[in-house]
């Protein structure tokens, strides 16, 4: 049998496409900036380079911050898609998770510190678990379309958080939850004397540490081939024994959990974030899908990409000095990930071209 021989195209990593998409993105927001305000077009896009470090250790403490957010979140989104399953509900997730945690960080005053913290953020792992396998089960057992049941218990969750907010722990004054014991906070391990002010904490090294712990489950694990199996191919895995409705609950639990994780340790912060009485999802675990897709759903690619997307974001706000929106971060991130799925298009069919090419000559 003839060897086709590899082109380089055939070696070009995901990676490098997704920073040639991040490029792209970049160039495009550039020239967004310029026809939307010219004569500033230059500083703010400078500022969009450079905004989340001119400020010091403070403002990189923020990318901080958001980075080990948009982690976890990240991961849940590429961990449920290696089976097949889009999870859009990480914001019901989220704040499901969250609410959790506060109950237990603010009512159970009878926990010892540091047990406290830990069983706080347990409570609130768990309870994105818990709400995340209804996605997983009705898809695996009634083809319902993940999508519509997670679009659904964002907003179900959103008004049962708060409706435990106003029963349970409901500040009047502020319309919103009351604060957390301060033996409930998350650890920081010295964090808010390198960056004073970000309320910067453990979250980020513990998402990083589970982006390392999911990328072995993936690759190395006789669970992590079934779903990776299931992904790729549902009729093929279920012909070899897998189970594939065990793997798409399982995988929509972890999945789960990860924002539940990451509400719990975003609201249980030594910065003091509060659940406002509001009837709108948050925004913040929705950019998990962001930080996912130009990761190509790799968990070690969404450190990097999480970190990319966080520092853009605190950068776009220095923008707001020389007239631009803070909309503006949103559009940049929207067109790297169309970038990053046109470069993944180029990619594929340059290599089928030169392929065909080397057949050719060969022939």
Request: charged share 10%.
């Amino acid at each position: 049998m003839r060897k086709t021989k590899k082109t380089w195209v055939d070696n070009f990593p995901d990676l490098t496409a997704s920073l040639v998409a991040c490029v792209i993105g970049l160039l495009v927001g550039f020239l967004v900036l310029v026809v939307t305000n010219p004569e500033n077009s230059i500083k703010g896009f400078k500022a969009l380079l450079t905004g989340a470090v001119s400020g010091g250790f403070t403002d990189f403490g923020n990318v901080i911050v958001y980075a080990g957010i948009y982690i976890l979140c990240g991961l849940s989104v590429g961990f449920a898609g290696k089976t097949g399953v889009f999870n859009i509900g990480l914001s019901g997730q989220f704040i499901i998770g969250g609410v959790a945690a506060l109950y237990v960080g603010i009512m159970w005053t009878w926990l010892p510190p540091g047990i406290h913290c830990l069983v706080a953020v347990i409570a609130g792992l768990l309870a994105g678990l818990g709400w995340s396998s209804t996605i997983g089960f009705l898809r695996a057992f009634f083809n319902i379309s993940e999508i519509v049941v997670g679009i659904l218990l964002n907003y179900i969750g959103v008004y049962l958080a708060n409706m435990i907010i106003l029963d349970k722990f409901y500040d009047s004054y502020a319309n919103r939850s009351q604060a957390v014991q301060s033996s409930a906070l998350i650890p920081t391990l010295g964090m808010e004397k390198i960056f004073p002010g970000t309320g910067a904490d453990i979250t980020f090294f513990v998402a990083i540490l589970l982006a390392i712990v999911i990328h072995v489950i993936l690759n190395k694990t006789t669970f992590g081939y079934e779903i990776r199996t299931c992904g790729f191919n549902k009729d093929a895995g279920i012909y070899s024994g897998i189970n594939a409705k065990k793997n798409v609950i399982l995988s929509m639990a972890i999945a789960g959990a990860l924002p539940g994780l990451a509400g719990a340790m975003f609201y249980l912060s030594s910065s003091h974030n509060y659940i406002q009485i509001v009837d709108s999802a948050p925004a913040i675990p929705m950019r998990g899908i962001v930080v996912s897709l130009v990761a190509m759903g790799s968990p070690i690619g969404i450190i990097l990409s999480a970190i990319f997307i966080a520092y853009i974001t605190v950068s776009g706000l220095d923008m707001q000095l020389y007239g631009y929106v803070p909309e503006i971060v949103d559009v940049v991130t929207s067109v790297i990930i169309y970038c990053t799925a046109f470069v993944i298009l180029i990619k594929k069919a340059i290599s089928t071209i030169l392929r065909k090419s080397h057949d050719l000559n060969e022939g």
